[in-house]
């Protein structure tokens, strides 16, 4: 079938896989390449090979030999190949992507309605994708086959005993398969570079697509170039046996290490440590075990290694996956703990921002940054959830079933009301007062209570404004019956036939020129189960248009969500201008952590 076809692809991978067990680790790299290549560095490699049934099996086993290779080695001590190291942060990116990419992926519909040019252009990769599979289907298959039934049985005795006319006819007709295979390969091989050409030009004309359903997976090199001065970027990527932790500095600087904590160890600790930090835990059980020792514990686990490298660094950029998706590694402490002293906070230290993936930071700072909205502010809170009669939610139908009673009927009206969600009439205070410290006007710029709805943020014009605000509840998949997407709850309107959730089908159908999207809910930046890095809900914002997303991490206590959300005034504050794409972090409470260790003139 050629070396470019993806089933000859796969069974170099797998060679590749029985060559690294028997210890021959060179020709099994040679096999790993072309898997590689064809995952990693291919436009659209991962839609030729789909992730699913037998071949997802068989893929998985291949990768995660390949990862558990790159840890044993690196816990032992040995010094691990350069090469390796950087395929399996290639190979810890794509596996973040998880189940966030393919939720991002099923809503692309709206995306695809409003872009008719989009439209065509997949049209016609999907067409070509069609073309490509024909030929490369069952009769190739079978005329690869019957030639090499043929090759066998021209080797055996049997065979030489046929009388001369027989022998030829049959060598005829092996010649004759031997070319049909060939041309069908020549057009498997013409197409596929037309189906190629179709997956850049898409990447080209529509690169905010691409990186939605097909991202790059960039090498350590691409990523160091995307880096500012003084910034970092850390890669964690946990394991069934190990976590693997990558650094890569603007300035060169790089580091590899893995440490024996497994998923599920880093999965104990973190919501070990979220119930030591979690306002919604009591606050005896906060008290009862010293958090700022266990995140110190954390940190020499994972950074401890690589603290060498990491000095002098200005802003570290996070990519996490699993686990510490649900934890913010900026509350991590760099020294033991001392009593009677503050925590020494790895945010006094550097700015930290988490990323989705490694990725993303390539989809963010790729492309230049587009002219500055003209107006500050819009926001969205305070939502007025019940109106008169109630409101149902219109996602969470009644159902019925053959069982007898109210137990054989599940009705959301009957569990849950969404009227009896709590208002929140600090946000009000909050988006006030931030519209005050942007010089927004609030009559125009603000909608709150009844007008805060769904409809009026899909109707709002967006593109203008600097920063768009959302102060109400955050709900993750599950937390409220029939939602299975991340969302924000905004007003009712008591029309059961819409529902008042801004879920991520709407976000994806935005159009921000946002340097900040605020997200001051509970949960906004929690990780989703399965592992995800990050919420489908931010990367939703990203995809949208938004430059920096501020998200929680759990639910958040009103007055720290309104300081937090009066931080972003300085972060628009002329003597605090950053590179474009660079993310801080300040605020004006001393609860909260200032962005960097020096104190500034111009910082509260």
Same mark, same amino acid.
């Given at each position: 079938m050629g070396a470019n076809h993806p089933l000859t692809q796969e069974a170099a991978g797998m060679r590749g896989l029985v060559r690294l067990l028997r210890g021959d680790v060179r020709q099994a790299m040679q096999d790993y390449e072309a898997l590689f290549a064809a995952t990693l560095e291919n436009p659209g490699g991962w839609l030729d090979l789909d992730m699913r049934g037998v071949r997802g099996y068989v893929l998985g086993i291949a990768f995660d030999e390949f990862m558990r290779f790159v840890s044993d080695k690196a816990l032992k001590g040995e010094a691990v190949d350069p090469a390796m190291s950087d395929r399996a942060l290639q190979l810890a990116d794509r596996s973040s992507l998880g189940v966030t990419q393919r939720a991002i992926t099923d809503s692309t519909a709206r995306v695809l309605a409003s872009t008719p040019a989009l439209r065509a252009l997949l049209d016609q990769e999907q067409t070509q994708r069609q073309a490509v599979a024909a030929p490369g289907g069952a009769p190739q298959c079978q005329a690869c086959a019957e030639e090499d039934s043929l090759y066998r049985q021209a080797q055996t005795a049997e065979f030489k005993a046929l009388p001369a006319v027989d022998r030829k006819a049959l060598g005829e007709r092996r010649h004759v398969l031997h070319d049909t295979v060939k041309s069908q390969q020549a057009d498997v091989t013409a197409a596929r570079t037309v189906l190629t050409n179709q997956r850049e030009q898409i990447a080209k004309q529509f690169p905010a697509y691409a990186d939605l359903v097909t991202p790059s997976t960039p090498k350590p090199d691409q990523l160091r170039q995307l880096l500012n001065p003084g910034e970092s970027l850390l890669v964690v990527y946990p394991t069934d046996t190990a976590t693997l932790v990558w650094l890569v500095g603007a300035d060169g600087r790089k580091g590899f290490s893995a440490v024996a904590v497994s998923r599920a160890e880093l999965a104990r600790r973190v919501a070990q440590l979220r119930g030591l930090l979690d306002l919604g835990v009591a606050p005896a059980g906060r008290e &009862?075990?010293? @958090? &700022?020792?266990?995140?110190? @514990? #954390?940190y020499k686990d994972l950074l401890g290694s690589l603290e060498p490298a990491l000095r002098d660094v200005r802003s570290l950029l996070i990519a996490t996956d699993g686990p510490l998706a649900s934890l913010p590694l900026a509350a991590l402490v760099t020294q033991p703990p001392q009593a009677g002293q503050s925590p020494a906070w790895l945010v006094r230290q550097m700015a930290v921002t988490q990323l989705p993936s490694s990725s993303a930071l390539l989809a963010l700072r790729r492309v230049a940054q587009p002219t500055v909205a003209a107006k500050a502010l819009m926001g969205f809170g305070d939502p007025l959830f019940g109106v008169a009669g109630g409101a149902k939610l219109a996602t969470a139908p009644r159902v019925d079933s053959g069982l007898s009673g109210d137990a054989a009927r599940y009705d959301a009206q009957w569990g849950f009301s969404y009227a009896d969600m709590p208002a929140l009439?600090? *946000? /009000? *205070?909050? =988006? #006030? @007062? =931030?519209? &005050?410290? #942007?010089?927004?006007?609030p009559k125009a710029d603000l909608l709150m209570g009844a007008q805060a709805t769904r409809r009026a943020v899909l109707d709002a014009n967006l593109l203008d404004r600097r920063v768009v605000a959302f102060a109400t509840h955050g709900l993750m998949p599950g937390e409220l019956p029939g939602i299975s997407k991340p969302s924000l709850a905004m007003a009712a309107t008591g029309d059961t036939r819409e529902s008042p959730l801004l879920e991520l089908d709407d976000v994806l159908g935005l159009r921000l020129n946002a340097q900040w999207v605020l997200l001051s809910a509970c949960n906004t930046a929690a990780g989703e189960q399965g592992g995800a890095a990050m919420s489908g809900l931010v990367r939703g914002f990203f995809f949208a248009g @938004? /430059? &920096?997303v501020l998200a929680t991490h759990w639910a958040v206590e009103s007055d720290c969500a309104d300081s937090v959300a009066l931080g972003i005034p300085c972060l628009l504050h002329p003597f605090f201008r950053r590179p474009a794409g660079q993310l801080g972090f300040c605020c004006w409470r001393s609860a909260c952590w200032p962005w960097a260790p020096t104190p500034r003139p111009w910082q509260w």
């Open positions: &009862s075990v010293p @958090a &700022s020792a266990q995140l110190y @514990a #954390l009439p600090d *946000t /009000r *205070t909050e =988006l #006030l @007062a =931030l519209a &005050s410290a #942007l010089g927004a006007n @938004a /430059r &920096s």
